[in-house]
């Protein structure tokens, strides 16, 4: 007897733990790390919970590999920077860019430190090794980089989803900068010769610019 279409829909073809994890970043990048259940992935794969268990022990397995898979992309152009300061740089901004683009991140590298933040921090220390650091100096180098690197940008993907997605980001900041100017400018001088920078300024190039700070600092210590 002749069979028609796809049994209950499911996959013909071979299902990897590279397609669960891409699966499932696609499902924290739209709907949150609340979404993502293994019922909600089978559905998502056309699969069963049973194939997924297969490749992946549990979701903390797949919060981490997700994450690793994340860091991986975000730190691969770094690695075409032949000078300590631009792979730095490189690093940087890649796991900002990545942690704009997959808030969930920065709430998952507190719970494996292990894993994609050892990632971050090798990579962050071998060049501050390269830039010719002090053995002595080393170890507070990378961690005020990598502290830097992840509050910023944690931060960032917070305000963006939290306050941002409400109101528009230049209309927040119209906001910020109008209670900042209410206040007295004698009493408020920075603040208020610093407003027009904060209604107008560029994230990305504020946390670069942070960077650069730090890394002036480090190639101080030299």
């Known amino acids: 007897m002749a069979t028609t279409g796809h049994r209950n829909a499911r996959r013909t073809d071979a299902l990897s733990k590279q397609r669960i994890v891409e699966a499932a970043i696609e499902i924290l990048d739209r709907d949150g790390e609340d979404a993502l259940t293994f019922r909600a992935l089978a559905a998502h794969l056309a699969t069963g919970s049973g194939a997924i268990y297969w490749h992946v022990a549990n979701k903390n397995d797949l919060l981490t590999a ?3 898979r994340v860091f991986f992309h975000a730190m691969a152009d770094a690695a075409h920077q032949t000078r300590p300061r631009e792979s730095i740089r490189a690093i940087a901004l890649g796991v900002f860019d990545a942690i704009d683009a997959h808030p969930w ?3 998952q590298l507190p719970r494996e430190p292990w894993s ?3 990632q971050l921090f090798e990579r ?5 090794q390269a830039l010719g650091v002090f053995e002595a100096a080393q170890f507070n180098c990378a961690s005020a980089l990598v502290n830097y690197i992840l509050g910023v940008a944690q931060q960032n993907a917070a305000s963006a989803r939290l306050l941002l997605h409400e109101t528009g980001r230049t ?3 119209e906001a910020v900068t109008a209670r900042w100017t209410q206040h007295d ?5 920075f603040v208020h010769q610093v407003a027009t920078q904060l209604r107008e300024h560029d994230d990305r190039e504020q946390f670069l610019a942070g ?9 101080s210590a030299c």
């Open 105 to 107: 991140v920065g709430a």
């Open 66 to 68: 997700a994450t690793d």
């Open 124 to 128: 962050i220390g071998g060049q501050v």
């Open 185 to 189: 400018r004698a009493a408020y001088p």
């Open 171 to 173: 209309a927040f900041l």
């Open 116 to 118: 994609a933040l050892l």
């Open 211 to 219: 960077i650069d700070i730090f890394l002036a600092g480090v190639e």
